[in-house]
């Protein structure tokens, strides 16, 4: 049944991304033969791994600063989409960067699909259990799908700009019917938050795999969406419920440097799995991290054996929590001890950001070297340090991009650069490439507004 309900589902494309014309509707397939209509087929829905957890969208870890890739290879890759995306030029014109849009757009007509028709199903005495945990997982994965894209396709939230900037499609059911118009920023917000929230209340503690989601990564998933927003208050609070429930930090010195990966899927500090279609240009033959982070890694800090291997004078990464080669997006317990110090920090709480910070390190750190804690009375210098074991651990998560769109709104003044054919290339802060363009054909055929 899983596989039959995704094969229903899937030709419907056309109408995923979100084309409204007639002679588009026409072509949805029978109602009679997609629609699921019981709750076991409405779980297969969730269920599909393929396309529920494993297809993030992923242009920003392209686009961001943690990672080079040589000319030579650059010129080898064969999509000019993700060529021109690690280059911030214009890329929208290419018909393969409709994928990601697509299949953000998917995952919410998935979740809408569900909303519709679980409301055509009693929830009874019987039932109340699954029926909940259906409904929010629902929610969980349409509000994770379109966090991520607003970290893509739109700026970085700002009180000031939430009326005024553009946020993205917001589709509440599975209606085509209804015209497709980018909401504002601030509305895009408000739905990711209020499906995450949803999520929490309706979601069990913990779920059975990991690539369900729970109430705890839900709680998780917001407090990511508030720290995006800079609402350091609201993210450290979710960070706590998460940590909470689980604050059990995976000690790196019980792993096994020499393997390809040292850590397995779905266990460890994964609270909910998602990673992305792994991309060629992040693949561990591309893709190097820069030296100057490389270097920031101390001789007896365990990440630098377990997150990198050597290729020539080159260091590739491979500690990527999928277990595999796709980069892990799911929140994890890592992002929240580092979500909730910097929450501390920046309310000037410095001791108890101090203590996550240095109860975190302690299981990144060689048990047979001496660790020096971190110690300052320095909210700054404290902020900052949290800002560097942010960036250092959660290499490779699709966090460094709105990590630099929000920062850069508070004045950090973080440029990017690129050196590509004997040239530099300079992405300035706050620049208007930071919220990618649309998808081409999806402003041609939708009329929606496309990013200056």
């Not at 969980?140 to 900037?165: I, M, P, Q, R």
Request: aromatic content about 12%.
């Amino acid at each position: 049944m899983k596989t039959k309900i995704a094969i229903i589902f899937s030709a419907g494309m056309l109408l995923i991304s979100l084309i409204s014309c007639e002679k588009f509707l026409d072509a949805k397939p029978d109602k009679k033969l997609a629609a699921p209509n019981t709750l076991i087929d409405l779980q297969a829905l969730m269920d599909d791994d393929l396309r529920q957890n494993s297809q993030m969208v992923y242009a920003g870890e392209i686009a961001a600063d943690n990672f080079f890739v040589k000319d030579a290879a650059l010129k080898a890759i064969f999509k000019q989409t993700d060529v021109n995306i690690y280059n911030w030029e214009k890329q929208n014109q290419f018909e393969d960067v409709s994928n990601s849009w697509q299949n953000t757009y998917r995952t919410v007509y998935y979740g809408n699909t569900v909303m519709d028709n679980i409301a055509n199903i009693e929830r009874n005495t019987g039932n109340y259990k699954e029926w909940d945990n259906i409904k929010g997982q629902a929610h969980a994965f349409k509000g994770t799908a379109l966090l991520h894209a607003a970290f893509v396709w739109c700026n970085a939230y700002s009180d000031e700009g939430a009326s005024t900037n553009l946020g993205l499609v917001i589709r509440e059911n599975t209606d085509f019917n209804v015209k497709s118009e980018r909401a504002t920023l601030g509305a895009t917000y408000a739905q990711i938050l209020s499906d995450l929230k949803q999520a929490a209340k309706l979601l069990p503690l913990t779920q059975i795999h990991p690539m369900r989601p729970s109430k705890v990564a839900a709680f998780a998933l917001l407090s990511r969406a508030y720290l995006s927003m800079n609402k350091y208050v609201e993210a450290g609070l979710y960070a706590d419920s998460v940590l909470q429930v689980n604050a059990t930090l995976l000690d790196y010195n019980t792993l096994v440097s020499s393997a390809a990966n040292p850590f397995t899927a779905y266990k460890g500090e994964v609270l909910f799995h998602l990673n992305d279609a792994n991309p060629e240009m992040l693949n561990q033959a591309n893709a190097f991290v820069v030296p100057e982070l490389y270097q920031q890694y101390h001789t007896d800090d365990l990440r630098k054996k377990m997150y990198f291997k050597t290729i020539g004078t080159d260091f590739s990464f491979k500690g990527n929590y999928s277990g595999g080669t796709s980069q892990f997006f799911g929140p994890a317990v890592d992002e929240m001890y580092l979500n909730r110090a910097e929450s501390y920090a920046r309310q000037n709480r410095l001791m108890e950001a101090l203590a996550d910070l240095n109860a975190f390190m302690l299981k990144r750190w060689d048990k047979n070297k001496l660790y020096t804690k971190f110690e300052s009375n320095d909210q700054k210098k404290v902020v900052d340090w949290i800002l560097m074991e942010r960036r250092k651990e959660l290499l490779s998560r699709g966090l460094r991009w709105p990590d630099v769109k929000r920062l850069n709104l508070l004045g950090y003044q973080i440029e990017l650069k690129r050196n590509y054919n004997s040239s530099q290339l300079v992405l300035p802060p706050n620049d208007p490439r930071f919220a990618m363009p649309l998808p081409e054909y999806i402003i041609n055929l939708v009329g929606l507004k496309q990013n200056p």
